[in-house]
Structures are given as C-alpha cells and as structure tokens.
C-alpha cells in the first residue's frame, strides 16, 4: 500500500466533515477562557481524556456539551478556519462541510452568528486554495418541527448553502420523520444527503427511505447497502455516492468496516473516505486514508480511485471536475 506521504499530497475532497467535530481540544480550551466558560478541564491531557466513546451515543454525548465553548461569531469562524488550515495540509482541493445550527440555536445563540461565522470561514478558504461549502444537517433527534424552524431561518441563505443533511443519533429518528421538510428543502432547490450509520436497528430500512423516498444524492456511511444487491445496483446507476468514514467506524462500531468498503468499491459504487469528526477521533482525511490502506492492504490504485470518487460525487458542476481529477 501507498505511503503515509503519498496519500497525503493526493488531490481529494472531503465530503463527511461535521465543523463542530473539529474542536480541538487546544480550541476548546482557548475559547472556555474568552467566553468565562466552566468546562471542568483545564489542560489539553484533561480534554483529550474526556473523548472517550465506544458507540454512536456516548459520542454525542461528549460532543454536544463540548460545544458550549462556542458563543461569538468569531468563534465560529475560528473553528472552521482552523479546520480549513489542516485541510490545507492535507491536500484537500474541495470541502463540503456540515454543521448542525441547531446544537446551536437550542441553547440560544442565533442562527445568523452560526452561520455569518462559517459562512465568512468558506469564503477566506479560497486564500488558501480550497473551495468550501456548508451542508445544514438537521439534529434527527429532536422534532421535525424544530427542524421546519431551522430550515425557515437558513432560507435567506439559500444561495450560501450547498445542501441539506441529517445527522445525531439515528436510533427510532428514521428519514420519514422529516420528509416535509426534506420536500419543502427540494422544492428549493436544496441537494439532499443523509447520514444512514453503520448497522444501526434499522439500517436497511432506513436506507431505503433515504434512497427511494427521499430521493437523496449521496449517503453519508450507508455502508450498509452490500447487505441488499438493488440498493447496490440502485446507488451504481444513480451515480449517489457513500460518504464513509473508517476510523470513525472504528469509534462508534469498532470495526472500520473496511472489508464493507472494499467490496463497495471493486463493485463500481462510488465510495469515498473522510474523517467525519477528526478532533474527537484524532484523524483527519489522510489518515482516515492510510489506516485503511494500511489495514486492508489497499494498492496505491485503489486510493487513487477513492479520491477521484470525491471529486466525482462532490457537489461541483461537472465542467470544474476536470480541474480537479
Ligand atoms: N453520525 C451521526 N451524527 C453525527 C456524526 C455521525 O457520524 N458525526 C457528528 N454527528
Ligand atoms: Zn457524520
């Protein structure tokens, strides 16, 4: 398999990157001290031993609190700059990024202090060579009507937005819980993904909804699919790609699901790999890359073929492709 470096200089996409999975601890604490925020940790060592998680939930539950620290629109921007600065280093032409206004709005910050600092982050990314996006994620843990809320305060940002998303904890929260705001999200235009995690109580049959009710473009995970040959054939012929994230997996399932990815990939289904939390899961995209080429022996052409999937179901017109692949 291909070197750590050889990897890491390749051109690629990151398309399955939530912005506040980017807090460092560093971060954090910086910003507790500006904002008077009691974090109950006060050294990098201390934050760093609070990540710990063995499941989907018990991420979340590290991960939500976490964000407290972040108050201002200059904190919003910071952390998303932050993130672009290391996507620089590894090489990443291209960003679609999600964030969740809601993690943000339920504890009173305004969805535009969310939004004007990322949004005002995407935009300096062009200094640095990479073009970045925002992807809305709706929390499908809470209320479809808190997600209809959230999607009436992003409508003044429509043109600033690349799409819409579903994330947070999947169990009993399935994609038909929000197909009015999925529908209303499409009749505007919106391009739609969905986090369909790996074996979750449901999987199949919410990958089903996410595929042929919902109508999605892309999957993030959704992994899941080798289990049923038509969802396979399906996502080949619809171009919809799998946003997958293997040292994340090996979090949350303990297993990269590595051998799912593979197999994906020598059928012809676009799979791509991206570090989905790297701040908690101390991984970014290269590295996400390496240890699955270094785990499952990947040969330096099926590397390749991942980063050119990132490019090929990222959210750019295909004319700019070219620039890219
Ligand atoms: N799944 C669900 N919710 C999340 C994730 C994820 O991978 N990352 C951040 N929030
Ligand atoms: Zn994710």
Same mark, same amino acid.
């Given at each position: 398999y291909p070197t750590r470096e050889f990897i890491k200089q390749l051109p690629k996409a990151e398309l399955h990157l939530h912005l506040e999975g980017t807090l460092e601890p560093e971060l954090k604490l910086k910003l507790a001290k500006r904002n008077n925020i009691a974090i109950g940790q006060e050294t990098i060592e201390e934050v760093q031993e609070s990540y710990q998680f063995d499941s989907l939930s018990s991420f979340l539950n590290v991960y939500y609190p976490a964000m407290n620290v972040l108050q201002t629109e200059e904190d919003f921007y910071e952390l998303a700059w932050e993130y672009l600065k290391r996507a620089k280093e590894q090489n990443v032409k291209r960003a679609e990024v999600f964030f969740d206004p809601?993690?943000?709005?339920?504890?009173? %910050?305004?969805?535009?202090?969310?939004?004007?600092?990322?949004?005002?982050?995407?935009?300096?990314?062009?200094?640095?060579? $990479?073009?970045?996006?925002?992807?809305?994620?709706?929390?499908?843990?809470?209320?479809?009507?808190?997600? *209809?809320?959230?999607?009436?305060?992003?409508?003044?940002?429509?043109?600033?937005?690349?799409? !819409?998303?579903?994330?947070?904890?999947?169990?009993?929260?399935?994609?038909?819980?929000?197909?009015?705001?999925?529908?209303?999200?499409?009749?505007?235009?919106?391009?739609?993904?969905?986090?369909?995690? $790996?074996?979750?109580?449901?999987? @199949?049959?919410? !990958?089903?909804?996410?595929?042929?009710?919902?109508?999605?473009?892309?999957?993030?995970?959704?992994?899941? %699919?080798?289990?049923?040959?038509?969802?396979?054939?399906?996502?080949?012929?619809?171009?919809?790609?799998?946003?997958?994230?293997?040292?994340?997996?090996?979090?949350?399932?303990?297993? *990269?699901?590595?051998?799912?990815? @593979?197999?994906?990939?020598?059928?012809?289904?676009?799979?791509?790999?991206?570090?989905?939390?790297?701040?908690?899961?101390?991984?970014?995209?290269?590295d996400d890359l390496y240890a699955l080429a270094e785990n499952y022996s990947l040969t330096t052409e099926q590397i390749i073929q991942l980063a050119k999937n990132s490019f090929e179901i990222a959210w750019i017109p295909e004319a700019e492709k070219e620039n890219y692949i």
């Open positions: 809601q993690a943000h709005t339920s504890r009173g %910050i305004k969805f535009e202090t969310v939004f004007n600092g990322y949004y005002r982050a995407t935009q300096d990314s062009l200094k640095l060579g $990479i073009s970045a996006e925002l992807i809305l994620c709706f929390l499908r843990d809470m209320s479809a009507e808190s997600a *209809m809320e959230t999607f009436e305060q992003a409508l003044p940002y429509k043109d600033k937005i690349a799409g !819409i998303g579903l994330d947070s904890d999947e169990r009993s929260n399935p994609p038909s819980k929000f197909f009015d705001v999925f529908k209303k999200a499409k009749e505007e235009g919106f391009r739609i993904t969905m986090h369909c995690d $790996i074996d979750q109580e449901n999987s @199949i049959e919410h !990958i089903r909804q996410a595929l042929f009710d919902a109508k999605v473009e892309r999957l993030d995970h959704g992994t899941n %699919i080798v289990e049923n040959p038509e969802f396979v054939a399906y996502v080949k012929e619809n171009n919809i790609g799998l946003t997958c994230c293997p040292v994340s997996n090996s979090f949350v399932v303990e297993d *990269m699901k590595g051998k799912e990815i @593979i197999e994906l990939l020598e059928q012809g289904v676009k799979v791509t790999v991206n570090s989905d939390d790297p701040a908690y899961f101390q991984s970014y995209i290269s």
